[in-house]
């Protein structure tokens, strides 16, 4: 066997111990950056980066990606001591995880350089940038470690930065910041009957939140979960899990969960006891909602549907709008979205969510309740949204959150509504951030 040979033969991914999960981790990473993929998406296709990984390579290979793209900015802050100019993907990619793996994995310095030179070399477009990937994670094995506590300021993009900056100021944004890089977040429960959830916390090893919610202590197989099978209780952030609750009593009202996919508020609705239409224009996205109520032994009406065509028999007692919106509250889980976005599309979506709450109002029986909400930290979607449909419509008459939610009085604006942040309950691993409104009609 030539030299060549042995050498390419030791760049297989199969042939060297954790190549096949760190170059299915670049992979995911081109995905996100240079296609546009969610990593939700890539994950899930039969045919993406993690298929025919053994189950312990696909889980690294995610959490690799994954850290890597919560960590980007301040990553490439400290190769840009390094580099004058950004070298092709495939050589920059794995100049990434080993900055990732070295700062946030303690693997050794030396070799996370050597599985980059690997992966680069590997790469038909990278080969020739072997040598520089070698160069440059050498020194960042030696200085890389400085550098890292210097660019924590980078790990916002600057596009929602400076409307967080402006919005909260420069303290909370290093908070909200802080919250989103903290590593993944816990995974929250909500119980089909909140009566139990105190049953269900001792159950599961939970933690009992002050609003009711669970959060699981230990990261676990959920379907293995005690109550996963009879439908006891479903995945739901404890934020998310709040507008719902904003309606108050709802037991035999006709309510409207507009764009409910993927259907926790639902589920939340049917369980109190009312009389629920889900409307949303995604049929796969109802997917899980269909799932889920088979699994709960719930029922809602669903309607596939685009809200700005469709228009219901007669006005409902109560809307939930959880409007589609930038998301820019759930970072902490998906920490590929600030990659996938620049921010401008936040006027589109203000205009979609002032025709969708202008629209829904319409549909809203005298004397009933709307809650507005966005999994969104910009005020542009939340505050700024409401304040102007009310300049507009003097009868919405805004409601005060029903007492006995378990609410910090730190998440009510000045105006009354819910404001949740990514750093708030920091010590309890965090929420997602979310903007909610009540109102009433007449």
Known sequence: MSRAQARAGADRPEAVPGLAARSAAAALLAGVLERGASLADQIAAPAGPLAGLVPADRARAQALATGALRHLGRIDAVLSAFLTKPPAAPALNALRLAVAETRLDAVPAHA????????????????????????????????????????????????????????????????????????????????????????????????????????????????ALPGYESGDWWVQDVAAALPARLLGPVAGLRVLDLCAAPGGKTLQLAAAGARVTALDISEGRLGRLRDNLARTGLGAEIVVADARDWAPEAPFDAILLDAPCSATGTIRRH??????????????????????????????????????????????????????????????????????????????????????????WAERGGMDGFFAAVLARG
């Not at 900056?165 to 290093?174: C, I, M, N, Q």
């Not at 979205?337 to 936040?346: F, K, N, S």
């Open 335 to 424: 920490p590929d979205l600030p990659h996938l976005r620049g921010g401008a599309e936040v006027a589109a979506l203000t205009g979609l969510q002032a025709a969708l709450l202008a629209r829904a109002w319409t549909w809203l029986a005298p004397g009933g309740r709307l809650v507005y909400c966005v999994c969104s930290l910009l005020p542009a979607e939340g505050e700024e949204r409401i304040a102007r449909f009310r300049a507009e419509t003097p009868e919405a008459r805004p409601l005060p959150p029903p007492a006995g939610l378990g609410l910090d009085p730190a998440w009510i604006t000045p105006e009354g509504a819910l404001r949740t942040r990514p750093d708030f």
């Open 112 to 223: 996370a350089v050597d599985a980059a030179v690997r992966l680069t070399r590997q790469h038909p477009k990278g080969r020739h940038l072997a040598g520089l990937v070698n160069a440059v994670g050498r020194r960042i094995g030696e200085r890389g470690a400085e550098l890292w506590e210097t660019a924590a300021e980078a790990e916002t993009p600057p596009w929602l930065a400076k409307p967080l900056r402006r919005a909260y100021g420069p303290e909370v944004l290093a908070a909200i910041t802080a919250a989103h890089h903290a590593g993944p977040p816990p995974v929250d429960l909500t119980p089909r009957d909140p009566a139990a959830a105190a049953l269900w916390a001792e159950r599961l090893g939970a933690e009992l939140l002050p609003t009711g919610s669970l959060r699981l202590r230990t990261r676990s197989q959920l379907s």
